[in-house]
T-cell receptor
Framework: SAVISQKPSRDICQRGTSLTIQCQVDSQVTMMFWYRQQPGQSLTLIATANQGSEATYESGFVIDKFPISRPNLTFSTLTVSNMSPEDSSIYLC???????????FGAGTRLSVL | DAKTTQPNSMESNEEEPVHLPCNHSTISGTDYIHWYRQLPSQGPEYVIHGLTSNVNNRMASLAIAEDRKSSTLILHRATLRDAAVYYCILRGYGGATNKLIFGTGTLLAVQP
């Protein structure tokens, strides 16, 4: 199994600023992902965080808005850039660990943009 | 991505079995059927997955139709803690297909 920790757990930010969310896994994961969950909605995949190379973004998400880093097998960051109130969501980090292709999730970062 | 269809909501009584259905008529031969659930204010957690045969673990059972176009997640004795949104997701294995794409899921309410 894997335990995924995210920091911060929540934040309130001003419009136009940026926030970097950190994701730390307690064991090596083969793949890492970032999701967004808007209030009352399901999860939407933002991107796959690739170790040592550019992330792979899903349709509707771009690197300029959501730059992602993954310097090693246990750590990744997601930055939400130039925030607007529409970016108010829960952002979740996830990783695949172990030989059974199970995906583990962090508790999420609850972001409010004023 | 192959799509799944689930009821929006279901209700159960505590300590009774719950059968959560999922239709996936466009499933491909290499798609695994995964179930995750999301408890209130938490990230999703893995429940069970399978390819063709029925599967059992300590949390639940997964019954897969012979043609693989539908499946059922079975909670043998629902508890209040099982109240959550349950997601049925088809997932490839390896490469770009190895990612979870969430649908709307089934909101399960458990009554005492």
């Amino acid at each position: 199994s894997a335990v995924i920790s995210q920091k911060p757990s929540r934040d309130i930010c001003q419009r136009g600023t940026s926030l970097t969310i950190q994701c730390q896994v307690d064991s090596q994961v083969t793949m890492m992902f970032w999701y967004r969950q808007q209030p009352g909605q399901s999860l939407t995949l933002i991107a796959t965080a690739n170790q040592g190379s550019e992330a792979t973004y899903e349709s509707g998400f771009v690197i300029d808005k959501f730059p992602i880093s993954r310097p090693n097998l246990t750590f990744s960051t997601l930055t939400v850039s130039n925030m607007s109130p529409e970016d108010s969501s829960i952002y979740l980090c996830s990783g695949i660990a172990g030989g059974k292709n199970i995906q583990y999730f962090g508790a999420g970062t609850r972001l409010s943009v004023l | 991505d192959a799509k799944t269809t689930q009821p929006n909501s279901m209700e159960s009584n505590e300590e009774e079995p719950v059968h959560l259905p999922c239709n996936h008529s466009t499933i491909s031969g290499t798609d695994y059927i995964h179930w995750y659930r999301q408890l209130p204010s938490q990230g999703p957690e893995y429940v069970i997955h399978g390819l063709t045969s029925n599967v059992n673990n300590r949390m639940a059972s997964l019954a897969i139709a012979e043609d693989r176009k539908s499946s059922t997640l079975i909670l043998h004795r629902a508890t209040l803690r099982d109240a959550a949104v349950y997601y049925c997701i088809l997932r490839g294995y390896g490469g770009a297909t190895n990612k979870l794409i969430f649908g709307t899921g089934t909101l399960l309410a458990v009554q005492p």
